[in-house]
């Protein structure tokens, strides 16, 4: 059964703990969101699969997951986005941030997120077990939905998105 890296608030491996378990009892864990652009004003977000056990049907950023015991967040990330999106581009690490969210009874999100960024104007060929739907949305779009309407995202991005955008247009990338 794959571990996930348990931390502190200042992102020091204090443990291990099954994906179910850190769910299940809000346990803070090591996390990744892999954020990309196509070079022209427009960002890859992803409809999360509809029977996703958390955030299913909500839009989020191209990829995420959990690096595991031994694999630095950047090692996982460029695991995963060929796994979930069908390719992979230089990444780079943005910032990272801590957040908590109760979805359920015994569901929790309690993540410290290592957010990386990277740039890929290709073809996307995404699994539809991770993302029913995905689109090139112009960031300027984009910001206007988070605005309007944040129920459709998930609570990860509605943090995160911000601060791509912002140094996408200051020259972060």
Known sequence: MKQLI???LYDRQIGTASKEQAHARGLLHRAFSVFIHDGRGRMLIQRRAAD???????????CCSHPLEGETPQQAAHRRLPEEMGFDCPLQEQFSFVYFHRFGEELYEYEYDHVFLGEYTGAVLPDPSEAQEICWIPFEALERDLKEHPERYCVWFITAAPRILEALRGGGQ
Do not use: F, I, P, R
């Not at 996703?52 to 191209?62: D, I, M, Q, T, V």
């Open 6 to 8: 348990l931390t502190d």
């Open 52 to 62: 996703k056990y958390h955030s299913g049907g909500l839009w989020a950023n191209a």
